[in-house]
């Protein structure tokens, strides 16, 4: 049926029909095929560039780190005869973390909760390398998210001080 209907066509209706055929899988191969892909290529490569800017700013900060590991006291000095509850709680708001700190609470084996909320991740980092090396902080676990404003993080920890 569809082929006598072909053939009835004159031969100027078949190559417009053709033609017009050939015009719309060009469009639809483009529209669902080809765009798709670009934009997902485009994206793609977007991430790739906030993934190095990453990176190396990691490694700016593990050769920050390094620099104040090697310029650390020793931590019965600074601790003051502190405990761990006073330590965290002072040195986050001297960090700048205290608008951030949510909660600190002790748990069994001489370990805290901490809870931060929208946290630079910079001054986060910075201050979790101070605990551990100036403080003798060991971190026991850590978890952090994403923060929908950019550079924050939200953090939950699990401190324990080494000398117990």
Do not use: K
């Not at 006598?4 to 066509?9: A, F, K, P, S």
């Not at 020793?74 to 405990?83: F, T, Y």
């Not at 101070?130 to 971190?139: A, D, F, G």
């Amino acid at each position: 049926m569809l082929s006598q209907w072909w053939q009835g066509l004159a031969s100027r209706e078949r190559a417009v029909l053709l033609a017009g055929a050939t015009v719309l899988a060009l469009i639809l191969g483009y529209a669902l095929i080809w765009e798709p892909l670009a934009g997902s290529l485009a994206r793609l490569r977007g991430e790739v560039a906030t993934l190095r800017e990453e990176v190396r700013w990691m490694r700016g900060a593990a050769v920050e780190l390094r620099r104040l590991d090697g310029n650390r006291q020793p931590a019965g000095d600074l601790r003051q005869g502190r405990s761990l509850l006073t330590l965290v709680d002072q040195t986050a708001r001297d960090a700048g973390l205290g608008e951030a700190l949510r909660r600190v609470e002790p748990q069994q084996d001489e370990r805290l909760r901490v809870q931060l909320e929208a946290v630079s991740f910079d001054r986060l980092i910075l201050w979790l390398g101070r605990l551990q090396s100036e403080y003798r902080v060991t971190i026991v676990n850590v978890v952090i998210d994403r923060h929908s404003e950019r550079g924050r993080v939200d953090a939950r920890l699990v401190l324990q001080d080494r000398n117990t």
